[in-house]
């Protein structure tokens, strides 16, 4: 079978570091190794506005911004379809069917959408397309037959959903959808990126985040600012790495050419830390001051961020042209959703039009009463 990936992101702000590891860096190292069939990337902008109906224009204004990023990491819209959700209306029929495919006990299951409800304070006041929002990233990922979905780990209840909507949609009507499954990242710490300021989750709404697009003053100023371990005091106090946010973004960004590009003695040409384990064991031990390890970081950063916001700028200038690039993306998403539709329609028997056996039959069952 020909592997087809599909992904996306709702469009409520910047993207930033947490999606650079989690997402972003493997969907162009999938893109670019040239074995999958095709790759789909959505911009969730019909999923965004569950959760904004009173503020339309956030997630308007905030398209362009995932679509800069998407462009200046490196997806590339020749080897990528990057769409617009809410430009392929299909998806909502494929929605409306599968809607009757869940139990609304099984919606209220979904652990990533109750953390979402609690974290939001819905309480008693849950809009009905959010709650129901699972059953249409079933219908995002079914509708392009991807087999691929690469997430971060919130997103592991969706797939899950996904494959039990897929399952029963299959055993009622037969083999139609493909069941997909979830590619997390390899590195164990780009699953979830803590905040600067040592929260669980690098996240837009607790203010915790380095954004793609910050500028070079910026990162450096956050990089400072850092939570660390907060009973390393003295720089001779033994430290520790585990947990310690700053630590975590070395885990997920540093390559050993950092080392040899930081640590050099200019002199004597030795290393004064070899790899990541020997800066480790040094804060461990007592003797490696926070400000140190953070200035390492930060060249890190600049080094990693500085040719994707080189990008940004370019593409800066060429705006009408990145939503032309959408929309051709969605043309194209839209070709192959209304071909999973009818699909599906077949298979539930909804297709009147196509269907000529049908109507000769319900002539037929007319003249023989007459
Ligand atoms: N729910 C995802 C998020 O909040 C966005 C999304 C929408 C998505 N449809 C998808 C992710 C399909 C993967 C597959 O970021």
Redesign the pocket.
């Known amino acids: 079978m020909k592997d087809i990936i ?5 469009p409520t702000g910047r993207l930033h570091l947490g999606h650079l590891v989690g997402s972003l860096k493997q969907r162009v190292e999938l893109q670019n190794s040239g074995k999958y069939e095709q790759i789909f990337i ?1 911009i ?1 902008d019909a ?1 965004a506005t569950t959760d904004n109906s009173g503020n339309i224009q956030k997630v308007k204004d905030n398209v362009i911004e995932v679509a800069l990023d998407y462009l200046s990491c490196g997806i590339d819209p020749k080897k990528s379809t990057i769409f617009l959700q809410s430009e392929v209306p299909e998806l909502s029929d494929l929605t409306f069917y599968y809607m009757n495919l869940v139990t609304f006990s099984r919606l209220k299951r979904n652990p990533t959408v109750k953390q979402e409800i609690e974290y939001r304070g819905f309480n008693n006041s849950i809009p009905v397309g959010f709650m129901t929002y699972p059953i249409s ?1 079933a219908a ?2 079914t509708g392009f037959n991807a087999n691929i ?1 690469p ?1 971060g780990d919130d ?1 592991l209840p ?1 797939i899950e959903q996904t494959r039990e909507i897929v399952r029963t949609f299959n055993r009622l009507y037969g083999e139609v959808l493909v069941e997909p499954h979830a590619v997390l990242p390899k590195n164990e710490f780009c699953k979830r990126l803590p905040g600067i300021d040592g929260n669980a989750k690098m996240s837009k709404s607790l203010g915790n985040c380095i954004y793609l697009a910050d500028t070079k003053e910026e990162v450096e100023k956050k990089v400072m600012s850092m939570f660390t371990d907060p009973n390393h005091v003295k720089v001779s106090d033994p430290g520790k790495t585990e947990g310690n946010p700053v630590f975590i973004y070395l885990e997920a960004f540093c390559k050993d050419e950092h080392f040899e590009k930081y640590f050099k003695n200019e002199e004597t040409k030795e290393l004064e830390y070899k790899n990541l384990d020997e800066l480790k064991a040094h804060y461990e031990r007592g003797g490696l001051g926070d400000m140190k390890v953070k200035r390492f970081l930060n060249f890190v950063l600049q080094d990693t961020l500085e040719p994707i916001r080189k990008r940004r700028c370019e593409l800066e200038n060429n705006i009408p042209e990145v939503y032309q690039i959408l929309f051709d993306g969605s043309d194209k998403a839209r070709n192959i959703v209304a071909d999973t539709l009818g699909k599906v329609k077949k298979a539930m028997g909804l297709d009147y039009r196509n269907d000529k056996d049908f109507i000769t039959k319900q002539a037929e069952k007319y003249s023989s009463n007459s």
């Open positions: 599909l992904t996306g992101d709702r959505e969730a999923q990233q995002d990922i979905v997430v997103q969706m």
